[in-house]
């Protein structure tokens, strides 16, 4: 790694990295911020699992100022797509939204209520949601 020009910094038990702590804390906040405009009193650990997913996926959206790249972001680095506001941006997080079932010709119904999580990043625009029971989850529009 040394013939390559990378430095590695090993930090023993109990040292602080001031970046990384800086971006933990950078998460938590936002993932705060989330769990704030909730209208839930508790929230099972499976969401709380989501909420810091949805915060990490939006956090990679965007370009960072001290990054490898000036314009374009990890996720774009990573997967060569980008997010489209119009697509992706269309339910917020813990949002109720109602999902497509499977059915036949009968007369039941043919959409169930859920939370909204997270965009799934395709090129369609979907959301993944979870339904109250908390152990199905659902691609929604």
């Given at each position: 790694?040394?013939?390559?020009?990378?430095?590695?910094n090993i930090?023993?038990r109990?040292?602080?990295?001031?970046?990384?702590?800086?971006?933990?804390?950078?998460?938590?906040?936002?993932?705060?911020?989330?769990?704030?405009?909730?209208?839930?009193?508790?929230l099972?650990?499976?969401?709380?699992?989501?909420?810091?997913?949805?915060?990490?996926f939006?956090?990679?959206?965007?370009?960072?100022?001290?990054?490898?790249?000036?314009?374009?972001?990890?996720?774009?680095?990573?997967?060569?797509?980008?997010?489209?506001h119009?697509k992706?941006?269309?339910?917020?997080?813990?949002?109720?939204?109602?999902?497509?079932?499977?059915?036949?010709?009968?007369?039941?119904?043919?959409?169930s209520?859920?939370?909204?999580?997270?965009?799934?990043g395709?090129?369609?625009?979907?959301?993944?949601?979870?339904?109250?029971?908390?152990?199905?989850?659902?691609?929604?529009?």
């Amino acid at each position: 790694m040394e013939q390559q020009g990378i430095n590695m910094n090993i930090t023993g038990r109990d040292e602080h990295v001031p970046e990384i702590e800086r971006f933990i804390r950078t998460v938590k906040e936002r993932a705060r911020a989330i769990v704030n405009t909730l209208p839930f009193e508790t929230l099972p650990h499976r969401l709380i699992v989501k909420i810091v997913y949805n915060v990490m996926f939006w956090m990679n959206c965007f370009p960072h100022r001290d990054g490898i790249h000036v314009t374009l972001s990890p996720r774009t680095i990573v997967t060569g797509s980008n997010i489209d506001h119009d697509k992706h941006c269309r339910q917020q997080f813990g949002s109720y939204v109602q999902f497509h079932e499977q059915h036949n010709n009968s007369m039941a119904t043919r959409t169930s209520g859920a939370i909204a999580l997270h965009p799934t990043g395709n090129a369609q625009g979907r959301v993944l949601s979870f339904t109250q029971t908390w152990r199905t989850k659902h691609i929604c529009y």
